[in-house]
């Protein structure tokens, strides 16, 4: 798999191969999570999109008829919203959608349902207002059914980018911004210019990424668990808490009844929990509505929100893992995961990535700026023998955009890079 980006955030140009691990490093503010964010916002984006974009128009049809009934009933607004969430109501919804191209259908259709409202006394609609609801319904589902699947999928698209990059995708110094992704030859590719984007791929995404920027996710995890904390835009809060928001939905439990799928994968699970266990070892446990973590080795229970930020970097991708999150091939992108670790932790945590990415053959994209992790990085991929699935990239600035080198052949330009402050604190002592 490889990503080509052009003008997007501080990044003129970029050119990054994935074969299983690849890291990049570099200074601060030099588009390291540019990378990030382009590359979860294309997989996510196209994820499922069109089940997604099925959802979206029942959704926009259910509304507008709700809003037409409700505009000409003598019910309370609750009790006609209690009625239009019903299963009868739904169907007929998913019907009307179904009348792509037989108007005569679509029309009868309507009228037949709110003709038969007038005499029910949970909506009490008049005669005389049915031609008009008619109207008003068959005008919206039309629209809805004459925009291509593909427009829907464009806007959802330049969502994704948008609320990622709070709305500044394209680079400063320029007027249009791009990005290809390659996978085993076939193309997707996206250009951005005022606002909007175009967009052409010839393959269907059937994974999704997983995008672990802070341990944040957690507190949200725990604080609205079983209902929806965010939508899918929320222009409101930031990106980073934007992010968090969408992993959160991640850490609820998706594998239901999938006994098969769940035996294949429980020995691969038993094995990162391993590692897991070297630095945190317990179970997750809701105390009268509070969710936390049961410490094995006597620290008791916490609540979720008291954890300290390390212990929660653990317990993310233990909760992924337990609720069937993370499926083989999938792409799992961290930024700077270290960040919250000490450097014993940072070394296991190593160990986990490693690991992580050969059980469920995983992409795995990740910024970091500590030796440490990088060291431990490089001993686990000869260890578990996947060096040959590892890259590294080192970021160069000018200060206002920045390019990736590919160092994989030697590593050591990073640790240069990463020794320079310890080289500063020497000068320092030698002036003292």
């Known amino acids: 798999m490889r990503l080509k980006i052009n003008n997007i955030g501080k990044i003129s140009n970029a050119d990054i191969e994935f074969n299983g691990i690849t890291v ?77 191209g037989n108007d005569d259908g679509l029309l009868s259709e309507i009228k037949n349902f709110v003709t038969e409202k007038t005499n029910d006394t949970d909506f009490r609609i008049r005669e005389s207002n049915v031609d008009e609801i008619v109207d008003t319904i068959f005008t919206s589902v039309k629209e809805i059914q004459e925009i291509s699947n ?49 967009f052409d791929a010839n393959f269907l995404f059937t994974n999704k990424a997983i995008f672990i920027d802070s341990p944040q996710a957690m507190d949200i995890y725990s604080s609205y668990r079983g209902r ?47 590692v897991i266990s070297k630095a945190v070892r317990g179970y997750f446990e809701d105390n009268s509505g509070n969710q936390g973590f049961h410490f094995s080795d006597g620290d008791g229970s916490i609540y979720l929100e008291n954890l300290s930020s390390g212990v929660k970097s653990f317990l993310i991708i233990r909760k992924l893992l337990e609720n069937g999150q993370i499926n083989d091939r999938d792409v799992l992108i961290l930024d700077e995961p270290e960040i919250n670790l000490h450097p014993a932790w940072q070394v ?10 050969k059980e469920f053959n995983l992409t795995v994209l990740l910024s970091t700026h500590s030796p440490y992790f990088l060291s431990a990085l490089e001993a686990y991929s000869k260890k578990y023998q996947v060096v040959d699935k590892c890259k590294y990239y080192l970021s160069e600035t000018d200060g206002s955009s920045t390019t990736f080198l590919d160092v994989t052949d030697n590593p050591e330009k990073i640790y240069t890079k990463l020794a320079k402050p310890f080289d500063s604190i020497s ?3 030698s002036e003292m």
Not at 74 to 99: A, P, T
Not at 150 to 166: E, G, P, Q
Not at 240 to 263: F, M, P, Q
Not at 348 to 357: D, G, K, M, T, Y
């Open 24 to 100: 990049v490093a570099g200074e601060n503010n030099t588009g390291k999570s540019t990378i990030s964010k382009v590359l979860y916002s294309i997989f996510n984006s196209n994820y499922h999109s069109e089940e997604y974009i099925a959802k979206q128009k029942i959704d926009r049809v259910n509304w507008t008829v709700f809003n037409a009934l409700r505009t000409h009933s003598s019910n309370s607004y609750d009790h006609v919203f209690r009625i239009n969430r019903n299963k009868s109501f739904m169907q007929f919804i998913e019907k009307l959608l179904s009348y792509n």
């Open 150 to 198: 593909k427009a829907y999928l464009t806007t959802r698209i330049y969502n994704y980018f948008r609320d990622l990059f709070n709305e500044q995708i394209i680079n400063i110094k320029s007027n249009e911004a791009s990005a290809t992704l390659t996978i085993k030859g076939e193309i997707f590719s996206i250009t951005f210019s005022e606002r909007k984007c175009t």
């Open 228 to 274: 929806n904390a965010f939508f899918d835009s929320d222009p409101a809060i930031s990106p980073k808490s934007y992010i968090a928001s969408l992993l959160e939905e991640n850490l609820h439990d998706v594998s239901g009844d999938d006994v098969v799928g769940k035996t294949i994968s429980e020995p691969k699970v038993d094995r990162v929990m391993n």
């Open 348 to 357: 296991i945590f190593a160990e986990l990535i490693v690991i992580l990415q």
């Open 427 to 429: 000068m320092i002592e």
